[in-house]
Each structure stands twice: as C-alpha cells, then as structure tokens.
C-alpha cells in the first residue's frame, strides 16, 4: 500500500501538471482546442489509478489541500469583479451579461427537462448545463459534493466529463457559428472591420507589476479574503442559507477590489492575481481529477452525450440571433457571437482562441475583447453561482 501523505499528494500532482503541460504542447489536438493542462494530466492520472485498481494497487491519496485551494481560486475571481470595468463596457457589457444570464437558466432548463425525459433525475441536467460548461471544469468539481448529496451518483465524473465535451465543443463549433454570421455580413455587404480604435481598453487600466515585492502583497489579500469570507460565508449558513464554501471570499474580494480601484491603496496587480489563481485552480483540477473513479461513467455515458448535443445546439441558437442581434448586428457583433458560444460551452480560453482566429484574418474587435472576457471570466460566476444553488434548492 502506498500511502501519500499531503505534501507528497501536492508533488505528484507538481509532476502530473508537468506532464499535462507537456502533452498539450505536443498534441497539437489539445492545443487547438484549449483543453486546460491540469485537466489533461489529471485525467490520464486518473486512468493510470483506474488501471491500478483492477490489478490490486493500493494507493491512498491526501487531498485535504483540495478546498483551499479552490476557495483561492474563486478569491482571485472574485478580486478580478470591478465595478469600474463594467462601467467602462457601458451597455454592450450589461447588455452580453444579461443575456449570458439568460442563456446559463436555459442551459438548466433544457437539461433538466432533457433528464426528465430520459426517466433521469433533473439535477443531472443541470449539472450537464450551466454548473459544467457556463462554469467550466472548476465549478463543476466544486458543485459536486452538493449534487452527490442530492442524489446524483458520480457527480465528480460526471461534471469533469460534461465540462470537457463542452471545452471541445466550444472550441470545434465557435468558428463554424462565426463564419456563418460573417457570410452573412457579406451577403448584406457590410464591412467586416471595425472604425473602433484598436486598443485593449482594459490592458491600462489593469497593469502594473507583479515583480517579488507585490508577490508576497498579492498571496496576503488572497489569505485575507479567504479568512473573511469564512465569517461571511458562516453567517449565510447560520441564516440558514445554504451556498458553495468560496463564495464568502468572492464577495469580500470582490469589496476589496472596487475599495482598492476607489483608493489605490493597495495597488492591486490583476496580473498578478490572476497568475496566483491559476496557480490554486491547477492544482485543484489535478488534485480532484486524480482521484476520479471512471468506471462510475458507463451508466450515464449515452444520457451525457445526448444532454451535451441539445447544449450545442441551444448556444448555437443563440449566438446567431440574440449575441448578433443586441450585439450590433455588425463585425464586433459576429466576433463577440464566437467568443460567447467558446465560454458558454468552454471557457474564456476557448472564447479569446475564437476571437482570435477572426480578428488575425480580417481586423481588430476591441469592443468584442473588451465585452467577452469581463463577462465570461467575472461577472457570469456570480450569477451562475446563484443559478446553481437556486437549482439545488428547488429541484433536490
């Protein structure tokens, strides 16, 4: 029996990251389409473990450093909400998050009603919607142990492999979604540029350096909120409402950042704490995917499929009628219509690599760059998290 203790679970997985970096670098298929390292290495380790179990391996893994880890993740989220960006995006922003908004209660509208339809429970549904691909992988982990606990048997496995068919169709179906609003463009001969000036509106106001002296400032505000939001966190609990464990911190960095935008007291990096968050979700992802127990998967397999089919299409819906429409109906429009859909289904990666691939061959969408990473990377986890939990309460 081999049994890791915290620190030597923290060190395979150091090596297992590695090992998912290295892959992505080398198989151009998980390039193309943003799958996240972490996830990756984490799920071939989980198959080594899978394959170990039947041949009599006896591996006992410490995962203690799982939730603060994700907490810390979700702090850094939660620094990155500025009421001064938002204002900055004006309108298009208010206008994308609500319908971002409106897309995430579909998605769990149209899965619960799926599983229904399949004899399956809703929950299972929507843990295949807005919990999995709204949220991505990280949501989906951290959402888990409370749909274990409603009932839903796997729901680790089940959340890691929903949020994965939704990365990789994010990524293979954004272009196809842009390249038809661009033939559309054409058809009606409209420019397929942009009078905007090319500027990462965001880039200024947002720099500054994450060199040794601001590191250590950054992981302090990180433990800060995380030890603040815990109070926050309790006093929900006692007034009997029941939310996820980092959503305390969320909102207590969240405070601390407009404070900080207000004041400049603290001159927070967004660099810097991004590259923090990473740091926390990596190793949450690879901790939570080591210990996954896959051969749980072959019930729901067909059922998962099916529930992520009538996603894509749904987003799909979507990015072509209401993104394009209340986007402007023009260039900027189609390139935020491919950079909802990759975040929708994805992650923002999947969402800026679709951007990207329009604005390389025809011309810059600054208001597009600007519109689809505030929301898509903040303010839609707020919301979604909200979603999510209302779900939990009603449908359980």
Known sequence: MLDFDAIATLALASLV????????????????????????????????????????????????????????????????????????????VMIFLGISIIAAILQNVVGASAAVLMGLPPLLGVLCGSVTLTGGPATGLAFAPQFEAAGIVAAESIAIMAAMCGIIMGGIMGGPIGTLLMRHLQKNQQPLTTNHRQTNMTSDL??????????????????????????????????????????????????????????????????????????????????????????????????????????????????????????????????????????????TANAMANMDAFVKRYSPAPRAYLVVPIVGAFFIDFANTLLVQFCLNWLK
């Open 206 to 347: 947002l720099a500054s350096s994450t060199d040794e002296g601001h590191l250590l400032k950054h992981v302090g505000v990180i433990l800060v909120a995380m030890w603040l939001g815990s109070f926050v966190s309790a006093t929900f609990t006692q007034w009997g409402v029941t939310l996820p464990a980092y959503i305390g911190a969320m909102l207590v960095a969240a405070v601390l950042r407009n404070i900080d935008d207000k004041t400049r007291f603290l001159q927070l990096s967004e660099n810097g704490l991004e590259n923090l968050g990473h740091v926390a979700l990596s190793y949450f992802l690879v901790l939570s995917l080591m210990g996954l127990d896959l051969s749980k998967l072959a019930s729901v397999a067909l059922p998962l499929l099916v529930l992520i089919a009538l996603q894509v299409l749904l987003i799909g819906l979507l990015s072509v009628t209401l993104i394009f429409k209340y986007m402007g109906k023009d260039y900027e429009a189609a390139v935020t219509a491919t950079g909802f859909y990759g975040f929708m289904m994805g992650t």
């Open 17 to 92: 990251l590695i090992i998912g970096h290295a892959l992505k670098q080398h198989i151009p298929f998980f390039s193309r389409y943003n799958l996240p390292s972490p996830v990756i290495g984490g799920l071939l380790a989980a198959l080594v473990m899978w394959y170990g179990k039947q041949h009599g391996w006896n591996i006992q893994l410490n995962t203690s450093m799982r939730t603060p880890l994700m907490i810390a993740f979700f702090t850094t989220l939660g620094f990155a909400a500025s009421l001064k960006l938002l204002k900055i995006g004006g309108r298009y």
